[in-house]
């Protein structure tokens, strides 16, 4: 059975660069129907879509955070990551890494598996 | 980007009685390939959010058939015909028909009275 698992720092500095690593277990992060992605809920709100990968590396981010933000793979580690450079309070969020499908044409997009996610806050 | 709403907000509902939720798009969800890429989640407290349906009526694997969905275009609904405990959470809509940004609705909170 597939699980994701967020890891990473709990508590980054103003200013500094955010990284969180998402394992994949149970199954390989090389399958051709996925892409992998990260979303963040500050406490006590809704979700936000930060960006997603696919295997070979192709990215899409969201156009708010592209600025800040690089996710990237390691198939050999079955693995990928997020940086979000020069955060401040407001990055305070549970971040959560996920699974979805995307097909460009005809087909299904929906984000079907999560992590458990990882509180990541902000402060000096 | 396309802006998701979402009413009511809070739900209180009471065991064993329908409760239903609406998501309303800032601009139509149906693709160009026919498709409209709106989905449903379910967020139990202290949980990752979970699948309920996809493309607006489909039910995902797992997912009781006491959830339903249904719309088109830009205003979409969420149904559960019979609330059970287990279904106390935040429901959040979601579009991919438009991306980058993948975006979410705020989420609409059901309780039980």
């Known amino acids: 059975q597939l699980q994701l698992q967020e890891s990473g720092p709990g508590l980054v500095k103003p200013s500094e660069t955010l990284s969180l690593t998402c394992t994949v277990s149970g199954g390989s992060i090389s399958s051709s129907s996925y892409y992998w992605g990260w979303i963040r809920q500050p406490p006590g709100k809704g979700l936000e879509w930060i960006g997603s990968i696919y295997y070979s590396g192709s990215t899409y981010y969201n156009p708010s955070l592209k600025s800040r933000v690089t996710i990237s793979v390691d198939t050999s580690k079955n693995q990928f990551s997020l940086k979000l450079s020069s955060v401040t309070a407001a990055d305070t969020a549970v971040y959560y890494c996920?699974?979805?499908?995307?097909?460009?044409?005809?087909?299904?997009?929906?984000?079907?598996?999560w992590g458990r996610g990882t509180l990541v806050t902000v402060s000096s | 980007d396309i802006v998701m709403t979402q009413t009511p907000l809070s739900s209180p509902v009471t065991l064993g009685q329908p409760a239903s939720i609406s998501c309303r798009s800032s601009q139509s969800l149906v693709h160009s390939d026919g498709n409209t890429y709106l989905s449903w989640l379910q967020q139990r407290p202290g949980q990752p959010p979970r699948l309920l349906i996809y493309k607006i009526s489909n039910r995902f694997s797992g997912v009781p058939d006491r959830f339903s969905g249904s719309g088109a275009g830009t205003d979409f609904t969420l149904k559960i015909s019979r609330v059970e405990a287990e279904d106390v959470g935040v429901y959040y809509c979601m579009q991919a028909t438009q991306f980058p940004p993948f975006t979410f609705g705020p989420g609409t909170k059901v309780d039980i009275k």
């Open positions: 996920a699974r979805h499908t995307l097909v460009l044409w005809f087909g299904e997009r929906y984000f079907d598996l």
